[in-house]
């Protein structure tokens, strides 16, 4: 048995013998969040989940951390103002993984448009964006062309350029329930919850099966918490529930990935489209695009782009921008489902305009509910929930210690960047090369590059490739990752921004985690075909229609 395999048992052993004072199943952005929380409190805590950590909604989203600037229209201002406010402080508590990005909103209509969204605009500094980012100003027709030159002139008015924050979001979840391993509390994945554990009508734990062994056993709790997303009160899911006990309205998000150089354009850009925006959202040598918002009833697993949703975005990218983009220009595409909590009663109306509110549920045996929000809101979510989940008076001496508390890795900007300059220097390496580094693992890069040196695997792996070997390494001993998935998908994100989805290096790859976990050459083989049929269902372009 490895050194990670044989550090795993000793966790689930752990897992199983003692009694924890919170349990969450779920382990997204929401679900690590509570984790941390509870940590945060002084609490014992462990998490358990199917798969990886965001694997679902909190790994397949815009990669924004954003106040909502279309929520306004909604005249959902305390919403705005309440995500306004948790941008600012996640800038500050992982500056690594979140930072401003500028956005180009371009203006066309008739002559009251420019007003209208300057006003929209001013309300959202007003609500706190100005706070970080500074102002939105006026671009004039020229200036907007000369910032994207492939806009289309025709009833363009200008533009406005604001800030909001963009993220890795697989990334940061991974590093808010790392934070909470680090404060004592136990995350562990590919650990199912397969159903509850009730005690004189009183939820105590739930049954789990851990997924690499396939045994089963029982995970005793004070408390529960169900943090599993779409998959929350279905009757395949881990606590199934009554019609009203925790509703969830699933809808899709779509998302196109397109080579930078592709689209010509020095900020990111935010294009309104009926109804909505569609936002182009920078990524190191890569365009994100999207998102659709469909109602979704299927199967909520590893959901898959679909036709028509490509050939919407297309549509509408193409509306404002003279580039004609087609299909053979995308890298690729992904897939979320929004967990929205549906309001009782049925599900009239659009997606579009139903609600980004969270909310919180306690079942009658004390199971604890969350759905909805926003993934930008997750602290306030967390802290929320475990103040349901704990009671009032042990919320009020044990309050949540989260609005100060920073992530693994984190370290003002001018440090960050300082030290990425350190590295390169020290290693001859790229200086963006570094930089890609350090904005993955922040103040922890300078325990990657000694690992990588120590194991002689500092090197990229590929010319074309930012990420190093010893970046596989490092997930597995320390990043939780255990099949090639989790490395590639969530970990370094080469699934989504390889057209081959990331085959040319899978080899290399697979040789690394082999050495890490055990793997013998059927092993090996197995996961490199797994992986492959896996990746290239939930990351290829979908075929046009006939």
Not at 310 to 318: A, F, H, K, Q, T
Not at 432 to 460: F, K, P, S
């Given at each position: 048995m490895t050194a990670v395999l044989a550090e795993r048992r000793r966790d689930l052993e752990l897992l199983a013998s003692e009694r924890w004072d919170l349990l969450v199943v779920g382990g997204g952005i929401t679900g690590s969040g509570i984790l941390l929380d509870a940590a945060s409190r002084g609490l014992r805590a462990a998490l358990v989940e199917r798969d990886d950590y965001a694997v679902g909604t909190s790994g397949r989203s815009s990669r924004l951390i954003h106040g909502g600037l279309r929520y306004l229209e909604q005249f959902r201002i305390s919403l705005v103002r309440e995500a306004l406010a948790e941008r600012r402080r996640l800038l500050r508590l992982a500056p690594h993984l979140v930072r401003l990005e500028p956005f180009l909103f371009p203006i066309y209509g008739g002559p009251l448009t420019r007003p209208f969204f300057d006003a929209g605009l001013t309300l959202y500094d007003l609500l706190g964006a100005a706070s970080d980012g500074g102002r939105h100003r006026h671009l004039s027709i020229d200036e907007a062309l000369d910032s994207t030159p492939v806009l289309r002139r025709e009833r363009l008015r200008g533009a406005f350029v604001y800030h909001d924050g963009q993220e890795d979001d697989a990334r940061y979840t991974l590093a808010v329930a790392r934070t909470a391993r680090d404060r004592g509390a136990l995350p562990l994945t590919k650990v199912v919850a397969t159903r509850p554990i009730e005690r004189d009508g009183r939820i105590a734990g739930a049954t789990v099966r851990d997924e690499l062994t396939r045994i089963e056993f029982d995970v005793l709790a004070e408390r529960v918490v169900d943090a599993t997303g779409v998959w929350s009160g279905r009757a395949d899911g881990p606590f199934p529930g009554a019609a009203d006990a925790a509703r969830i309205r699933p809808s899709r998000g779509t998302h196109l990935v397109v080579a930078r150089d592709r689209i010509p354009s020095a900020h990111g850009l935010t294009l309104r489209i009926p109804g909505r925006v569609c936002f182009l959202v920078p990524w190191p040598d890569r365009w994100v695009i999207g998102t659709t918002d469909l109602d979704d009833d299927g199967p909520p697993d590893r959901p898959t782009p679909s036709t028509g949703e490509?050939?919407?975005?297309?549509?509408?990218?193409?509306?404002?921008?003279?580039?004609?983009?087609?299909?053979?220009?995308?890298?690729?595409?992904?897939?979320?489902?929004?967990?929205?909590?549906a309001d009782p009663g049925g599900r009239p109306g659009s997606t579009v305009k139903a609600s980004r509110e969270h909310r919180i549920r306690t079942d009658p045996n004390g199971l604890v509910r969350i759905g909805g929000g926003k993934y930008t809101t997750y602290r306030v979510m967390a802290a929320q929930t475990v103040d349901a989940a704990i009671g009032t008076d042990l919320a009020r001496s044990r309050p949540s210690a989260t609005e100060e508390l920073t992530l693994l890795g984190a370290?003002?900007?001018?440090?960050?960047?300082?030290?990425?300059?350190?590295?390169?220097?020290?290693?001859?390496?790229?200086?963006?090369?570094?930089?890609?580094?350090?904005?993955?693992?922040?103040?922890?890069?300078?325990?990657?590059?000694?690992?990588?040196?120590?194991?002689?695997?500092?090197?990229?792996?590929?010319?074309?490739?930012?990420?190093?070997?010893v970046e596989v390494v490092r997930a597995v001993r320390s990043e939780g990752a255990l099949t090639l998935d989790d490395v590639l998908s969530r970990r370094t994100r080469l699934a989504q921004e390889r057209a081959d989805r990331g085959a040319s290096i899978l080899p290399r790859v697979a040789d690394l985690m082999a050495a890490e976990l055990g793997w013998s050459d059927d092993d090996r083989a197995a996961a490199t075909a797994d992986y492959l049929t896996a990746a290239h269902r939930e990351y290829d372009v979908p075929a046009p229609a006939r």
């Open positions: 490509v050939d919407e975005i297309l549509r509408n990218v193409n509306a404002t921008l003279d580039i004609d983009l087609t299909r053979s220009d995308l890298v690729g595409a992904y897939t979320g489902l929004r967990p929205l909590a370290a003002p900007r001018v440090e960050l960047d300082a030290l990425a300059a350190r590295l390169a220097t020290e290693t001859g390496m790229d200086p963006v090369g570094m930089r890609r580094l350090v904005d993955r693992h922040g103040t922890e890069a300078t325990d990657v590059v000694a690992l990588g040196r120590e194991l002689d695997l500092l090197r990229q792996l590929a010319p074309d490739i930012s990420q190093l070997e």
